[in-house]
């Protein structure tokens, strides 16, 4: 909550100087020409004044589309007394920004030599009433968005913020012979495994389930049997299923097989024949085994595909010189000092991605969880998040394992 709150008033500091800015040159700008023809008394007064009240009725109708959107966007809700807080901070601002609004008034009206009578029972009474109204209008259209965000999360529930380490995809009728019994061995051992929301039922999309898994989890657990063949699935969805390794560089898929041979397999994919090994026949035991081996990135060199996920992991990044673009990059994104410049820096930087060296890779590790700027910056490290996923075969486990245990999408990593 607190990382959330901090990125939001990110962006509303941002917009607040950016408007402030503009509001300050209107008002120059304005009083210079209310000057340069002579005129004088009121005008000085009121003009001014809604330029600065335009300005901070844009400037909180803003915080409260941040409050509400960016929390949409991440699928973030609030407790009552969080929305409550909220929505008190808010106000207390609003409060503090009218008294900024009061004093410069009064200097305006004191310029215009106004008679202070005047100002407290004309301009005062103004402007208080145009705060209440703010205030009520903020008030209202939190409200509503909190109801809106109510509703989301409710229609959403199954909304992931956080890295799991796999996601475990199964038959509904293979649940309680083995599905279960793999989960809860795989919990027991300290894993976080993504499960109820990927029994596969007929109908269901296998390629559509694997990708929703896998923006979520490290790697995907499929349990092929007959009960998952009988979903009938096209062929193509069968063969693409490792799609996905290629796009990442890396394995992600691990499946089981369950009660099934090699040729019944051959018979569904020759590509899934080529690639499946480890047997549930072996006893849980050893598939819990074996999956760890891989998820714990401590698989031993065997290529026995009987007994073991075969493939050994590969790295796509070779090791050779970076270009003196990507040099650039990499020290300007070392030398940000602001939430907004990381974020920035890290969206110039991975455009790059495809070009990286190993070296490269390391480089941009050690800054990102070194840089405070970067590390506490809520955008990059959305961002971020992605690449130590991608590159988890390159980056040491320890870097990574600080990067998400300090994530407000992966607190449970």
């Not at 200097?107 to 009433?129: C, G, P, Q, T, V």
């Not at 209202?140 to 509703?151: A, C, V």
């Not at 509904?172 to 596969?200: H, M, P, Q, T």
Request: proline share 2%; with cysteine; glycine share 4%.
């Amino acid at each position: 909550m607190e990382d959330i709150n901090k990125y939001i008033d990110q962006k509303y500091m941002d917009f607040k100087f950016t408007l402030l800015k503009t509001t300050e040159e209107e008002v120059k700008e304005l009083k210079n020409r209310i000057v340069s023809r002579g005129v004088s008394g009121g005008s000085l007064i009121s003009g001014p004044y809604e330029i600065r009240k335009r300005y901070i009725d844009k400037l909180f109708l803003e915080r409260v589309l941040l409050e509400i959107n960016i929390r949409k966007e991440y699928g973030i809700n609030v407790s009552d007394d969080e929305y409550n807080s909220i929505i008190k901070n808010i106000l207390n601002i609003i409060e503090h920004e009218y008294n900024f609004l009061i004093n410069a008034t009064r200097e305006d009206a004191n310029l215009a030599r106004m008679d202070n009578s005047i100002f407290e029972n004309s301009f005062l009474n103004k402007i208080n009433s145009d705060l209440n109204y703010l205030k009520d209008t903020v008030k209202r259209k939190m409200e509503i968005g909190k109801f809106e965000l109510d509703k989301m999360i409710k229609d959403n529930s199954h909304m992931k913020v956080q890295i799991y380490d796999a996601f475990l995809c199964h038959a509904s009728e293979d649940k309680e012979e083995i599905a279960n019994n793999l989960f809860l061995e795989l919990r027991s051992k300290g894993k976080k495994i993504w499960y109820d929301d990927f029994v596969l039922k007929l109908g269901d999309s296998l390629r559509q389930k694997i990708d929703e898994g896998l923006k979520y989890s490290n790697y995907g657990i499929v349990i092929l049997s007959k009960n998952f063949f009988n979903k009938n699935w096209p062929k193509v969805e069968l063969d693409g299923l490792f799609d996905k390794e290629a796009s990442l560089g890396r394995k992600v898929i691990l499946p089981i097989w369950h009660k099934i041979s090699k040729e019944e397999v051959r018979q569904q994919s020759h590509i899934l024949a080529g690639r499946f090994s480890v047997s549930t026949s072996g006893g849980l035991n050893t598939v819990v085994k074996r999956i760890l081996e891989v998820i714990d990135n401590d698989k031993p060199d065997i290529s026995d595909s009987d007994t073991l996920i075969n493939g050994k992991r590969s790295l796509p990044i070779k090791n050779i010189k970076s270009s003196p673009e990507i040099e650039k990059l990499i020290f300007l994104f070392s030398k940000s000092n602001s939430y907004n410049e990381a974020e920035k820096l890290t969206i110039s930087l991975i455009k790059f991605e495809d070009k990286f060296t190993k070296d490269d890779i390391l480089r941009i590790t050690d800054i990102a969880i070194n840089n405070d700027q970067i590390f506490n910056s809520f955008g990059a490290r959305k961002i971020l998040e992605s690449f130590f996923k991608k590159y988890s075969d390159i980056i040491p486990f320890e870097k990574i394992k600080k990067f998400f245990n300090n994530s407000l999408f992966s607190k449970n990593y």
